[in-house]
């Protein structure tokens, strides 16, 4: 279990940097783990969101078989207990293209209202401006005016938003740049060491900064920022051989 410190601190760095610190510990491909272009922040001005999925897959083409226009809803909230921390709703739009939007106002707040910190969804929103005023940041592939027949057919089960596959409890990690999982196993460390990455990072940045740089100048400060890098990614290589022997 995460404890709430290591989560706040997590979202204390943006999205980008989570995806620099995750590769340096070599637990999947650099090109896994985190959505396309199709997902987009409908607020890039809000600050980064970490919480764990409460998947759902949603349909707006035809009516559902039974129950109202929100059907499930009440099922999907009930089960944001059932995470490992505060939940962020991300929804599979199974009509493809997508026909109507998966969220408004209404939804946005009752999420809201249960802890949720976001939504993400593979589909379209709707009352973009009275969802910016609940300061709720929302991930979507563009947005439509009405909601069709929306309904949630399942909850609570993988589902594939922008190319990646969520399962129920993962967790994520999304600003404006994108959507990033975070393997668990390894998110406390990602956070512990997220302030030195920055700092070494900083170095580069700071010589092109004071003016009048040369390539010897860029060339010191690239060493000294990946000596730097290198000696954090030997110690989460040695933590790594320690969890495997646990």
Partial sequence: MLSLQTIEKLRGFDTPTICNLIELFDVRPRTAGYTDARIVAAFPEMAPI???????????????????????????????????????????????????????????????????????TSGAGRDIEQVRALNFPVFTNGTICSHGYNHIPQVHVPVRVGGLTIFPDDLLHADR????????????????????????????????????????????????MAAQVKALAQRVARSKQGRSTR
């Fill in 177 to 224: 740049n994108g959507v990033s999982t975070i393997p668990v196993e390894i998110a406390a460390e990602v956070a512990d060491i997220g302030d030195e990455f920055v700092a070494a990072e900083t170095i580069v940045l700071d010589a092109m900064r004071r003016g009048a740089p040369t390539p010897a100048i860029l060339a010191e400060a690239r060493a000294e």
């Fill in 50 to 120: 970490v919480g764990f999925a409460a998947t759902a897959t949603h349909r707006t083409g035809a009516p559902p078989r039974q129950g109202d226009a929100y059907g499930d809803l009440g099922q999907q909230v009930e089960r944001f207990a059932e995470l490992s921390g505060p939940p962020l709703v991300v929804f599979q739009d199974l009509d493809d293209p997508a026909l109507a939007a998966t969220f408004g106002e209404v939804m946005c707040t009752i999420y809201q209202a249960f802890g949720a910190v976001g939504l993400i």
